[in-house]
């Protein structure tokens, strides 16, 4: 008898899935001689990457290299079991110069998902602008939120704040002007100053508009939290009954002049007769005649000197 034994390598077998799919791995299963080495292809599909990769249970991810997984030195079965994961895109916000935030400040969104900032100007401020990698897309804030749909790449959003304004319009009737005269644009919660001038012959009525009060020839707008305008009106001033040289004030000044335009030696205006006129004083009060004499350069005098009023 001729006996004949043929002995053969033992094999082992690589069993290969994917869980949850999103991706592949192959060969799904094989055969291994013992003690040899198996590869393995992982390949994500389209946006996706390998999260884990494990080996009889224990993580090999860290052991992938481009897209090959080798089992070496095979001694044992392998169950190989790959699991995929969406890519992810940074979204980073900030604020360029304060007075405002947006949130979140930072974050990572599934490729393909979508993200929403909220932006909030401080008290007194507005959005000024908003950017979105470098392109303005300040029009795309509605109700306080920004929203990147289908995030496909990293996305740097910068939020720029400034203070509210608003326009202050200032006008003037005839006989005087109001400096400045053109429309002033005013910082929210701001106040403007206003400077008003009357011709000659002419005084202030009165200046009204945005909450304001006048000093002098200087009207101060109220705090400014809305569009207003402000307005100038003049009057003429009214002329003071013996007030001959025309300084505003009665004295001696005008007692003398009256006389003098009383005996001749200074010419007579219809306009001087109509200011001197100012006797007869019947009751404490002037009653003009019409006739400017002596009479009424020594009511004047009187008058100068504080011995009548009228």
Do not use: M
Not at 16 to 40: E, M, Q
Not at 94 to 123: E, K
Not at 174 to 196: E, H, M, Y
């Amino acid at each position: 008898h001729e006996v004949v034994a043929v002995f053969a390598l033992d094999t082992r077998t690589v069993t290969a899935s994917v869980a949850g799919g999103n991706g592949s791995i192959a060969p799904v299963t094989g055969t291994v001689d013992y003690g040899s080495n198996a590869s393995l292809t992982v390949t994500p599909a389209a946006n996706y990457h390998l999260a884990t990769l494990t080996d009889n249970g224990a993580d090999v991810t860290a052991k992938v290299s481009g897209g090959l997984y080798t089992v070496t030195g095979v001694t044992a079965d392998h169950n190989v079991v790959a699991t995929f994961a969406i890519d992810t895109k940074t979204v980073t916000a900030s604020v360029n110069g304060g007075n405002g935030s947006i949130t979140p400040l930072a974050g990572t969104v599934n490729y393909g998902g979508s993200a929403t900032l909220t932006v909030a100007p401080a008290a007194g401020y507005h959005l000024e602008s908003l950017t979105d990698n470098g392109a303005d897309v300040t029009a795309g804030v509605a109700n306080g939120t920004y929203t990147i749909a289908g995030v496909r790449e990293n996305h740097t959003v910068v939020a720029t704040f400034r203070w509210i304004t608003f326009s202050v319009t200032p006008t003037a009737s005839a006989n005087g002007l109001i400096s400045p005269a053109t429309k002033q644009t005013v910082d929210a919660g701001r106040s403007v100053n206003f400077t008003v001038t009357p011709n000659a012959g002419y005084q202030v009525a009165g200046v009204t508009g945005c909450g304001g009060s006048l000093s002098g020839n200087i009207f101060s707008t109220a705090p400014i939290f809305g569009d207003c305008s402000v307005s100038a009106t003049f009057v003429a001033t009214p002329v003071l009954k013996g007030d001959l040289n025309g300084d505003g004030k009665l004295d001696l000044t005008d007692a003398l002049l009256a006389l003098q335009l009383a005996v001749g030696e200074k010419p007579r205006t219809a306009a001087l007769v109509a200011t001197g006129d100012v006797a007869p004083i019947v009751n404490g009060k002037s009653e003009p005649d019409k006739v400017l004499d002596i009479g009424d350069a020594v009511a004047l005098l009187l008058r100068s000197v504080g011995q009548l009023t009228w």
